[in-house]
Structures are given as C-alpha cells and as structure tokens.
C-alpha cells in the first residue's frame, strides 16, 4: 500500500475510536492540510465507508454509528514487522514464547492476503536477526521462566548470585521487578533486600533461585524506562588514544565509539561507554599496543595492574620450559 492508503486506514481507526474530531484535529494527526482531509473523506465515501458531520463547538466527523472496522487490515510494512516482531520474541526468549510466537506467525499468514504472504516469505528468509546471546539460552531458560513467574505474581525469589566483585556467591532476597535484555545478556532488576535498594544483576551469574510464598508490592513510583536510562547515564565514561597507524580500527567500527576526535599526528581519541571497569579494561586490552587508556584513572591502574599480572604469568610460564 501506498502512503495515501495507509493514511485512509489510519483516518478510520481514528474516526472509529474517537469520534466528532474535527478536521483540524484529524489533518495535524495525519500531518497532513484540511484540504487533504476533506479529500480523503471523499475518498472513503465513494469506498462505502460512511462518515457524518456534526456542527457545533463540540461537533465532528465520526462514521457513522455501528460501523467497524474489517479486522487485521495492514500494510506491507506492517505485516512484516509483525512477523519479524515473532522472530525477535523466539530469538530473545527461546522455548519460553518459541511456541506462541510461531502459532501467532501461522494464525497471521492464514489471514493475510496473497500479496502480503509472499512478502512476509521474502522477509523471513531476508531480514534475520540472530546471535543476541552471550550465554547459553537453552541454559538460561528455567531460571528465566523462575524470574518471569516471580515478576508475573509478585512474589520474592531467594537466589544465589555470583558477582564479578567476589569470589564466592552471596545468597540473596530479590522482590523482581522487571527483566531485560541488552548487550547480549539477561537482567534481572529488582529490590535486593541485602543492599536495601533497587540493584541489577546478571541472570547468567544466578547459580539458584527459590520462588518463596511472601509476596512483595512494586513501588508505584517505579519507572522502568528512567531506571534504565539512569543506569546507562551512570556508566563509565572511558577515553581512549588509538594510535595514527590504527585508525582504521576506528574507522571500521565507527558505530562503536561515541566520539571521535582526530589528531594531527594522524592518532585519534575515541570515547565510549562501559558497565563495568572490569569490561572497559577487556575492551582495551582486546586492541593490545594499539591504544592506550587516557581516562578515567581507575581505568589505567587496572589496565596496568592486568599487564603486570599477565607478563609475570607469561615470564614464569618461559622460565619453566627454559629450565626443563
């Protein structure tokens, strides 16, 4: 369909859910003139869609009383993007929704048209999206299914976590509250009752979890949007120099920094951003002599301290062969 046919079904849906618009309304909605309006309602009159007007200040266009709209009408566009939104929800979440997804695909294609079905073919077998896992999904899955049961009926999780900042898991009480997936893992985000605030932990790092009988109240104030939005501005921001005959490992990954500023010498100095130290110190090290870590301090000391520690492994590992 083209823009004027999508158009024509966007102006019934909002005539049919919110009926006396006036034209003004409907065309700044639309973005489009009152002209245009008004020729769109000539065009659904001679498509036997009826539409009426009523005066006054609170008057309007409205169809007509009784009218609905044919279910499951949409644009190309808009099949294939529900069709790729299955592919998405099976990818991310495994045997979790793996069934519903593909019976909600077969129940759609069923009722779209020829047209439409040979285009969502050529999209599922054109526009894949896969690889968003770091970790083992199959894995994964029953403590995910624990999780999104918990967070469904409010109830508490006892867990086992394994944080990067110990050595040994720490046994924690977890009112959950949501679930996420960025950078290729699973989060879990809730109120952890050991550190009495709302924290974020890392659902491959989860060795066991208990769903208790004790049900907790998600506070109301509770906006996962600005939590998460917080919680990438609280990042660490790292500064890098990549030297002149490495640029173009800048170049090639453009995407990935968030600025890059170019030097006369030729050298670069790129920033991004990190979770963790710890991730920000394998992301330099991934690139060796290449670049050096300019900020922030407690990345360089680490950065150091890993070298340190590596050319003594390494020089110990040499000096043992040597004396056999």
Same mark, same amino acid.
């Given at each position: ?116 079905? !040979? ?8 526009? *894949?999206? #896969?690889?968003?896992?770091?970790? $083992? %999904?199959? &894995? ?64 491959? !790092? ?8 004790? *049900?907790? #109240?998600?506070?109301?104030?509770? $906006? %996962?949007? &600005? ?98």
């Amino acid at each position: 369909m083209n823009n004027t046919a999508t158009r024509l079904i966007t102006l019934i849906f909002l005539l049919q859910n919110h009926p006396n618009q006036k034209a003004s309304e409907l065309a700044e909605k639309l973005g489009v003139s009152l002209r245009t309006i008004h020729r769109y309602f000539d065009m659904l009159e001679e498509m036997g869609i009826p539409i009426y007007a009523e005066r006054g200040p609170y008057g309007g266009f409205s169809l007509v009383r009784g009218y609905k709209m044919p279910p499951l009408v949409f644009t190309l566009e808009e099949a294939v993007s529900l069709v790729l939104g299955t592919g998405m929800v099976e990818e991310l979440w495994g045997e979790l929704y793996r069934e519903s997804a593909r019976g909600a695909l077969a129940k759609l294609e069923n009722l779209l048209p020829e047209e439409q079905v !040979r285009e969502v073919a050529w999209a599922r077998g054109s526009l *894949v999206a #896969t690889g968003m896992h770091r970790s $083992d %999904l199959a &894995a994964l899955t029953p403590t995910l299914e624990k999780l999104r049961r918990a967070i469904r009926e409010h109830r508490i999780a006892g867990m086992n976590y394994q944080s990067n900042q110990l050595p040994h898991p720490t046994q924690r009480k977890l009112d959950p509250y949501a679930l996420v997936h960025r950078w290729g893992w699973w989060y879990v985000i809730g109120f952890c009752h050991l550190r009495k605030e709302i924290r974020t932990f890392r659902v491959d !790092r989860i060795a066991e979890i208990i769903l208790s009988d004790a *049900v907790f #109240t998600t506070p109301a104030e509770f $906006d %996962l949007q &600005a939590h998460l939005k917080n919680e990438l501005q609280a990042q660490i921001q790292v500064r890098l120099k990549v030297e002149a005959d490495s640029s173009h490992m800048v170049t090639g990954n453009h995407s990935y920094w968030e600025s890059i500023e170019e030097r006369s010498d030729g050298s670069m100095i790129v920033t991004f951003s990190a979770p963790t130290l710890e991730w920000a110190a394998s992301t330099v090290l991934a690139y060796g002599p290449a670049v050096e870590a300019l900020e922030p301090p407690e990345l360089r000391r680490m950065v150091a301290e890993w070298i340190e520690t590596m050319a003594m492994t390494y020089k110990s590992k040499k000096d043992i062969k040597n004396e056999r």
